[in-house]
């Protein structure tokens, strides 16, 4: 993909993903999951909305297993850092959840109200709080951090924190420079050169952990090619961790799988424990 010769709306297009499966199919699907995640706050409502620092959003949920010391996913929701909440995805957890795990979801602030850099601060405090803090709750398992979009980016930034033990991107962004040119994204987001260079994954040393990095066969060709170009990289420096393509799913399609206890998607964030 030459992005130099690219007219500004084909750079806009390249990473929407709301406009490449349609906006009422995203909404749709958005609205499932916000469905399924009602009943399953409903069900399990005895360790929500924990608050790690003073922000309105800065909160956590915990789904702790029976077994306190069973592996925990935590999850970073996605929504280029400006929209979604833990609310909506709260069932993603079933997957994991069906075989024995613990779960939680931070919330954190969202653009334009917080920078990219505020947002990762604000996740790096999370963790802090979620060290000290889970095991009271009944959560003392080996934490694998996976996240969805933003979320798969907030993975691989924050897969270098002392509570994550291997990490599962989805359908992550790993070079911010790119979407400095999406208004669908920067106009809320605003990045700064410096976030560019410090906050892309690309640009940075890795976490030496394993880290599994997913994508859709059939997303976006920009969103394969940041996944594979960063897989590459890390394969380069001797990291550890798979690339998975999984057939047929696009950027939201793909999410489904992690409600399937026997989808192949959540036997791979499995063998991360």
Not at 178 to 207: C, F, G, I, Q, Y
């Amino acid at each position: 993909m030459d992005w130099s010769a690219m007219t500004l709306d084909a750079r806009n297009l390249a990473y929407n993903n709301v406009e490449h499966v349609g906006p009422a199919f995203a909404r749709d699907k958005t609205e499932s999951w916000l469905q399924k995640s009602q009943g399953v706050r409903a069900r399990e409502s005895g360790h929500l909305d924990l608050p790690y620092a003073d922000a309105e959003r800065t909160k956590w949920d915990l789904y702790p297993s029976k077994n306190p010391n069973a592996p925990c996913l935590v999850h970073f929701y996605g929504g280029y850092w400006q929209r979604g909440s833990k609310e909506i995805f709260a069932c993603l957890t079933d997957g994991v959840r069906a075989h024995g795990w613990s779960a939680a979801l931070p919330g954190y602030s969202l653009a334009p109200n917080a920078s990219l850099s505020e947002i990762v601060s604000e996740l790096r405090l999370a963790l802090d709080w979620f060290v000290v803090n889970a095991p009271r709750h009944g959560v003392e398992g080996p934490v694998i951090l996976t996240g969805w979009s933003a979320g798969g980016h907030l993975t691989a930034l924050l897969l270098d924190h002392r509570a994550v033990k291997a990490g599962f991107c989805i359908s992550g962004v790993f070079d911010l420079g790119h979407l400095r040119e999406s208004p669908h994204v920067n106009d809320k987001l605003r990045l700064t050169e410096s976030e560019v260079e410090e906050l892309s994954p690309m640009r940075l040393p890795m976490a030496d952990k394993p880290l599994t990095i997913s994508h859709g066969s059939s997303e976006l060709p920009a969103m394969i090619q940041t996944s594979r170009e960063y897989h590459q990289r890390r394969m380069m420096a001797h990291r550890g961790g798979e690339l998975v393509a999984v057939p047929g799913k696009n950027h939201f399609t793909i999410l489904d799988e992690m409600l399937n206890p026997r989808s192949g998607l959540v036997s791979s964030i499995l063998a991360l424990a």
